[in-house]
């Protein structure tokens, strides 16, 4: 059965059929080629490096395997294979509803396509979303977990509703203060979220570039600001793009619980380190959350739960 909103559905989903494309990796610079498989239930999202021994090419897409998240988020196996800017893929994988593929590429980097997920969106539309034999699960947020960095930090919090608050703070007046919540239902991800672009900045990005990274950056791939301006010819998408990418961004990193997060992500700054942070702590503290199935997690939603509420006071 091919949904029409595979986000809902209570069985696991894959893709209907392959999806092939090429393009530029930010960092590497390099053209990548990448194609993604239909894969069986219970297989999660995993990455097939092509271009190493095949002994050595699978690395699943799990908060374990983060290795780095200064710039992007990388993945690595146990033989120090990686594969980086993993976030975009993997947002519009969960924005899809997408639970089980098998990512074949022939290089380090994930394509960066426009800097957005909208390309990605269309591709995987276009081969359609099935659903399988098995029960999705979820992971049920049952009380709050926090992560502070400094002036960073990021919350989730008990919610019926699966939804990101986001709000970011740079010196870069085209930026200023900008804050947004969003509920991760029907298909908001896919019109207010995924067209939303990566961003750089003109004097960061030769400091960059001397060190190797962003060397296929371009205004083909990211909104760039030089100053308080941004360069783009065509503009901004929504006038709180940097605000709607990290969004973006976070519900890719949050992905890699490996199951839909049911609850509400509030954060302040987020970074790829921070949502790593974030999940780490999440995993290490069994009592706040429930791996749930979809069914289940319908029941609570339709029954309220009179549950313990002591932590609305003690987090205050
Ligand atoms: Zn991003």
Redesign the pocket.
């Known amino acids: 059965m091919v949904y029409s909103n595979p986000a809902n559905s209570t069985s696991q989903c894959t893709i209907n059929e392959a999806i092939h494309y090429v393009g530029i990796g930010l960092h590497s610079g390099h053209n990548v080629s990448m194609t993604l498989y239909p894969a069986a239930p219970n297989t999660g999202i995993c990455f097939l490096r092509r271009d190493v021994d095949p002994e050595h090419m699978l690395i699943r897409a799990s908060w374990k395997n983060v290795v780095d998240t200064r710039l992007?988020t990388v993945l690595g196996n146990e033989h120090g294979i990686t594969v980086s800017t993993v976030?975009?893929l993997l947002a519009a994988l969960c924005g899809c509803g997408v639970d089980n593929l098998l990512i074949e590429i022939n290089g380090d980097e994930v394509p960066i396509l426009d800097?957005s997920c909208a390309p990605l969106i269309d591709m995987i539309n276009q081969a359609g979303v099935v659903g399988q034999r098995l029960a999705r699960s979820g992971i049920w947020i049952e009380r709050p977990i926090e992560i502070r960095q400094g002036e960073r930090y990021a919350i989730l919090l008990p919610s019926e509703v699966p939804r990101i608050t986001v709000s970011i703070e740079f010196e870069n007046a085209a930026i200023g203060m900008q804050s947004l919540s969003v509920d991760m239902v029907d298909r908001v991800f896919e019109t207010e979220i995924a067209p939303a672009r990566?961003f750089g900045f003109a004097d960061e990005l030769h400091q960059l570039r001397e060190q190797g990274l962003a060397l296929g950056g371009s205004m083909r791939n990211a909104v760039l600001l030089d100053n308080d301006r941004v360069v783009n010819e065509e503009g901004l998408r929504f006038a709180d793009e940097f605000a709607r990418?990290k969004v973006?961004?976070c519900l890719?990193d949050l992905a890699l619980a490996g199951a839909p997060i049911f609850g509400h992500l509030y954060t302040h700054k987020p970074g790829h380190r921070l949502n790593n942070a974030l999940l780490r702590e999440m995993f290490a503290h069994g009592d706040a959350w429930s791996r749930l199935s979809y069914e289940q997690i319908n029941q609570r939603i339709d029954t309220p739960q009179s549950t313990d509420k002591s932590w609305i006071n003690a987090s205050s």
Request: net charge negative.
């Open positions: 992007c976030e975009h800097g990566t990418h973006l961004d890719g």
